[in-house]
């Protein structure tokens, strides 16, 4: 860890305090960074936006991948006030940075009653065993979409 990443790290914070401050959303904020550039902000914005996806790394995320007009972030590093939640996580693995740094864990975060242990509690289970039920319909007819992307020659891979 070097000083430019506590530089970092604490703007990640102070855009958690910004967002917290002006209602926008709870104590969470993110910034990504590349070649020793911040390239992108966010904090949560879940109870302004009404948007549950809203959260400061996926806002940061999208704004990046925006600046860059590419959907990953290779060569970024990911700096967050909080351990991502498994959302935020999920969004991370997908964007493909090449690090990632984050202040409180995900046990602080619990005790402020931000706790998402269900939701990894949920992911272990049986799909017939999760609490929200999860039925699968018309199979047969979205495996056609999948086929014609498998043959598609003109695709984007991800």
Request: glycine content about 6%.
């Amino acid at each position: 860890m070097t000083e430019q990443d506590e530089y970092f790290m604490k703007r990640a914070i102070a855009l958690a305090a910004e967002g917290m401050q002006s209602n926008a959303g709870g104590p969470f904020g993110a910034v990504v960074v590349k070649d020793g550039e911040i390239i992108a902000e966010g904090y949560n914005q879940v109870t302004s936006t009404n948007d549950p996806t809203a959260h400061a790394e996926v806002v940061a995320i999208r704004k990046a991948c925006k600046t860059l007009n590419n959907f990953e972030l290779t060569d970024c590093t990911i700096y967050t006030s909080c351990e991502p939640c498994p959302m935020c996580l999920g969004a991370i693995y997908w964007t493909r940075p090449k690090m990632v740094f984050f202040g409180c864990n995900r046990e602080d975060a619990a005790a402020i009653d931000f706790d998402d242990q269900f939701i990894y509690d949920e992911i272990e289970k049986d799909i017939d065993g999760r609490q929200i039920k999860f039925v699968q319909l018309a199979r047969k007819e979205a495996l056609t979409v999948f086929r014609d992307w498998d043959a598609k020659q003109d695709k984007t891979a991800y």
